[in-house]
C-alpha cells in the first residue's frame, strides 16, 4: 500500500516494490536528463556569450560595420552584455549546477542498471534515489546537506 510518494509500506510482493522503484527511477532520470540540458544551455550560453559580445563590441566599434549613429549605443550594449554575462556565471555558480545536474544524471543512470537485476536491494535503492535528488537540491540551492528522516 502506498502511503505518499515514494514510501511504500505495508507487506508486499517484493517484486512490485522493484517494479515501481523502475518507474520512480525511469521518472527521475527523464527529470534529471531535462535539468541537465537546461543547466547545460544556461551555462554555456553565459560561458561563451561573453567573449563573443566582447569580441563583436570590439570589432564594431573598429569595422564600421553599423552606421556611426547607433555604433557607439551597440557596442556599449554588447560590451554590458559581455560584462552581466561574465557576473552571471561566476557568481551564480553556474559551473558548480551544471556540475550537479551531470552528475545526479549519471548517479540516477547507474541505479537504473542495478534495478534491473531481480535481486537488487530496492529498499536500499530508494534511500540512495531520494539521496541523489537531496544532494542535487542541496547544490543548486547551496544549503548545507540535511538527512532525511527515516
Same mark, same amino acid.
Given at each position: 500500500m502506498q502511503t505518499s510518494v515514494g514510501d511504500i509500506r505495508g507487506p508486499g510482493d517484493p517484486g512490485d516494490?522493484?517494479?515501481l522503484l523502475r518507474t520512480e527511477i525511469a521518472e527521475?532520470?527523464?527529470r534529471f536528463r531535462?535539468?541537465?540540458i537546461r543547466w547545460n544551455s544556461y551555462y554555456y550560453t553565459a560561458l561563451y556569450g561573453a567573449p563573443f559580445c566582447s569580441g563583436f563590441a570590439?570589432?564594431?566599434?573598429?569595422? *564600421? !560595420?553599423?552606421d556611426k549613429l547607433y555604433r557607439e549605443d551597440v557596442?556599449?550594449?554588447?560590451a554590458g552584455l559581455a560584462t552581466i554575462l561574465t557576473a552571471i556565471t561566476i557568481s551564480? *555558480? !553556474?559551473?558548480?549546477?551544471?556540475?550537479?545536474a551531470k552528475i545526479s544524471r549519471t548517479d540516477v543512470e547507474q541505479l537504473a542498471k542495478e534495478a534491473q537485476y531481480s535481486d537488487a536491494d530496492w529498499k536500499a535503492m530508494r534511500t540512495r534515489l531520494h539521496e541523489i535528488e537531496d544532494e542535487y537540491t542541496n547544490t543548486i540551492t547551496k544549503n548545507p546537506p540535511t538527512r532525511r528522516s527515516p
Open positions: 516494490d522493484l517494479n527521475a532520470q527523464k531535462q535539468r541537465t570590439a570589432i564594431f566599434s573598429k569595422l *564600421g !560595420l553599423i557596442v556599449a550594449i554588447l551564480g *555558480g !553556474l559551473a558548480d549546477r551544471w556540475r550537479a
